[in-house]
């Protein structure tokens, strides 16, 4: 049986596995300063505000928005984008 291949699969195989080392370690350096700060005792276990504070807001308060208003305005959203686009053609 003929011997296939040779060593050059191994060779690529473990050149890519240092490249995916490289990139992990990279990766991990960029989140490990958050990442102590955050199993820091007394830290806050809370996520910081990302800009959407309204959802969370009626969450909190227990008024969440009504699923069938929500349709409704989105189908009314959606009817004048189709007018405006009969407009344009």
Do not use: C
Not at 40 to 55: C, I, R
Not at 63 to 74: A, F
């Amino acid at each position: 049986m003929k011997n296939s291949g040779g060593g050059f699969g191994y060779v690529i195989a473990l050149v890519a596995l240092v490249i995916l080392l490289l990139l992990s370690v990279k990766a991990w350096k960029g989140a490990a300063p958050a990442a102590a700060q955050a199993l820091k005792p007394g830290a806050s276990g809370g996520v910081p505000d990302h800009g959407q504070t309204g959802a969370g807001d009626a969450l909190r308060s227990g008024n969440l928005p009504d699923v069938k208003q929500m349709g409704q305005n989105t189908d009314a959203h959606v009817q004048q984008v189709n007018e405006a686009a009969r407009g344009q053609d």
